[in-house]
């Protein structure tokens, strides 16, 4: 089993920048990779971005990349989502995850319970 508890969700105003971040426990060797989703109201889950657990390879959505940066602090065991620029259409509950799958239907075998983040106009 793995737990994931995300925080840091608030309200930011567009331009403006927010860490969520993500604590993981449990059998972590089961782990190849970390990563966030997200999902605003009325559209489906989509891949925000992973790490891989080996190497701290990293892969963003296109719709993120060069704002978003995935991180991960092994000594607090925790994963964090940097979020610069940010934009109206960012606003979702943001998702960690486990072994993500990225793509149009993204999968994972672990998942957390989320943490909103609303950004203003």
């Known amino acids: 089993q793995v737990q994931l508890v995300e925080s840091g969700g608030a309200l930011v105003q567009a331009g403006g920048s927010l860490r969520v971040s993500c604590a993981y426990s449990g059998r972590t060797f089961s782990i190849f990779n970390m990563g966030w989703l997200r999902q605003a109201p009325g559209t489906e889950r989509e891949f925000v971005a992973r790490i891989t657990w080996t190497d701290a390879n990293t892969l963003y959505a296109d719709s993120v990349k060069g704002r978003f940066t995935i991180s991960r602090n092994n000594d607090e065991n925790t994963v964090y989502l940097q979020m610069n620029v940010l934009k109206p259409e960012d606003t979702a509950v943001y998702y960690c995850?486990?072994?993500?799958?990225?793509?149009?239907?993204?999968?994972?075998?672990?998942w957390g319970q989320g943490t909103p983040v609303t950004v203003s106009s």
């Open positions: 995850a486990a072994n993500v799958l990225a793509g149009p239907s993204p999968r994972a075998d672990y």
